[in-house]
């Protein structure tokens, strides 16, 4: 498998991070592709020596031809591919994106290159940070293919996992539900404890994620804290009137009141918090909403 050469269409975060990492694993680099200034100098720090071609070049060039394009331009760039002749049978085509399986690659498949979903499940800098990270890949492969693609994340390091073609988007939802909602939620609490009157707001919040997620990621619901999961109503209607108080934004008010009906959920169905209770925490957050839609109507 060493002696396969590799060929990397993208060099944006991703792709210019992978083909550094495979190039040292032993994989020859037969080029790279990448328009945007920025890949040009992703290229030429994680990729010294290595060709710039174009991707048709790229794709002609290489045995194992990594395609690391945003998901929605990916079918296109198969199609482009496809067109120009430059996937030839037997070819392996690997994507990176998360949401698409091998469906994505058909016009690929059809001309005989053996297609594999190849995702990351890590956020990328684009810089050698990332090198120190070892993530799982979300893969989906064609039985004989099964084994290159686990070869492939051994040699980087990573972990496999294996996703039904037809689970893919359940799979991406899952990881972009957690990362990049988290990032907006933890941006919008930033917010609030600037507002109260914080000079370094993630320095008060780094203990207590770091915390919360740590706990979470090895107990599950029964990491749960805080006032749902007491029942403590007062507090809730306390947060309600001081964010209506504070003149928030009203994305984080509904962040809020959502993610407080949710967490209330989770707690009554694990048994954490009385039916009773949970009532009547969704009682107080209905009522916020209310009043936040009569203050809209008054303003018609």
């Given amino acids: 498998m060493l002696r396969l050469s590799m060929g990397v269409i993208g060099a944006g975060r991703v792709g210019s991070v992978l083909a550094s990492r495979f190039r040292a694993a032993g994989f020859p680099l037969a080029g790279v592709s990448g328009r945007s200034q920025a890949s040009r100098l992703r290229i030429a720090t994680l990729l010294p020596d290595v060709d710039v071609l174009t991707p048709v070049e790229v794709a002609a060039a290489s045995d194992i031809l990594v395609l690391a394009v945003p998901d929605d331009s990916l079918i296109a760039v198969a199609e482009e591919l496809a067109a120009s002749g430059a996937v030839r049978p037997g070819q392996y085509v690997l994507h990176t994106s998360g949401r698409h399986g091998l469906d994505a690659l058909a016009a690929l498949t059809r001309l005989g ?20 990270r070892n993530p799982v890949f979300g893969l989906t492969a064609a039985p004989a293919d099964r084994a290159l693609a686990e070869e492939l994340v051994a040699a980087l390091g990573g972990v496999p996992m294996w996703v039904a073609e037809s689970d893919r988007a359940l799979y991406h939802a899952a990881l972009a539900h957690g990362a990049n909602h988290l990032v907006t939620l933890v941006a919008q609490s930033m917010d609030l404890l600037t507002t109260a009157g914080a000079s370094d707001p993630a320095a008060v919040l780094r203990p207590l994620l770091t915390a919360a997620l740590d706990n979470v990621l090895a107990y599950g619901d029964a990491a749960l804290t805080g006032p749902v999961v007491r029942g403590d109503v007062t507090t809730i209607r ?33 048994r954490r918090l009385a039916p009773a209770a949970a009532g009547t925490i969704r009682q107080v957050l209905d009522e916020a909403d209310w009043d936040a839609m009569a203050e809209i109507a008054a303003g018609i």
């Fill in 113 to 132: 290159a053996r297609p594999i979903a190849f995702h990351p499940a890590m956020t990328f800098t684009g810089t050698s940070v990332d090198f120190e």
């Fill in 238 to 270: 306390a947060h309600v009137d001081a964010l209506a108080a504070a003149d928030v934004d009203d994305a984080t008010v509904d962040a809020y009141l959502e993610l407080a009906r949710a967490t209330a959920g989770r707690a009554e169905a694990d």
